[in-house]
């Protein structure tokens, strides 16, 4: 209802202000969805065949599309390599001159991010967003990291080399600025060190008082929907609570430091969220946060589980409205 008043109001205006002044009569376009961004995960590419089916799958329900997958190099060996090696600082940087050099985006857009692309588009969200996020879906997102670094296929020399190098040390300097996973690895039995050195996590929610950016709590509750999906049986993202903002507690002195004795401390819990840090809190209070879940481990995104979610945050359509030689005026549903 809003929107056909909101519609109606903005055609009388512009009708009158052509009547009066005798400029051309606005042309109006005919609706289109509006466009997906996709940031891929660990391993993966840009343009694997999985990622191509997934957006052909998506052009299916939503004819017309525009459909940007995000490179960080043309190359697709290169491309997979820099989701274990990198600066993540400097590749989110990178997609935000990407994002901004394409046309059809201008206007805004729908992302969605796989495992590890999920937090990388939140921090383009909170240090950029220009273009604009208008719904945000993460897979199996590490929003408060990782606890252990995952195991790798016996044949995927690339993870096993950025892996043992992690584990060797990952709060070291060197890995801080150029192995990927540890600089979402958030050790709670070691948050005085993960404070003092990670750089990309600690910055995108905001954990470090002398460091925060009110920006990005404005940035985020900017978007209209941040849903959130955690695999029901994922023990790669640990813990896989993670992908709802949760994470382990932080341990006292005498408490046993096995998986099977740690606690959760849920998304309304954290520290992050009661002081609203990143603008979770007030999104949430809204009711744009939404918690899904998918049934099977993790990136196991069968077509029951995404289709939905596509079909309600994805490719709203969008109204133009043209005066010749003048701004266009643009209505959203």
Known sequence: MVFHRLLLLTSSLLLFSSETIGSPVLQLLAPQPRPLVIWHGLGDTYGSPGILEFISLVQDVHPGIFVHSIHLDTDLKEDQRATFYGNVDEQVDLVSEQLANITELEEGFDAIGFSQGGQFLRAYVERYNSPPVHNLITFGSQHMGISDIPGCRPWDLVCQLARRAAMGGVYSEWAQKNLVQAQYYRDPARMDTYLSSNHFLTSINNELAATANNTYASNLSSL??????????????????????GSYAVPDDKALHNVADKTIVPMRLQPLYLQDWIGLRALDERGDVL????????????????????????????????VPDREVLLVQR
């Open 224 to 245: 209209s929907k941040l849903v959130l999906v955690l695999f029901l049986r994922d023990d790669t993202v640990v813990p896989k609570e993670s992908s709802w903002f």
């Open 291 to 322: 918690l899904e879940t998918c049934p099977g481990e993790h990136m196991q995104v069968t077509r029951d589980c995404w289709e939905p979610l596509v079909k309600r945050f994805v490719g709203g359509a969008t109204t133009k409205y043209v």
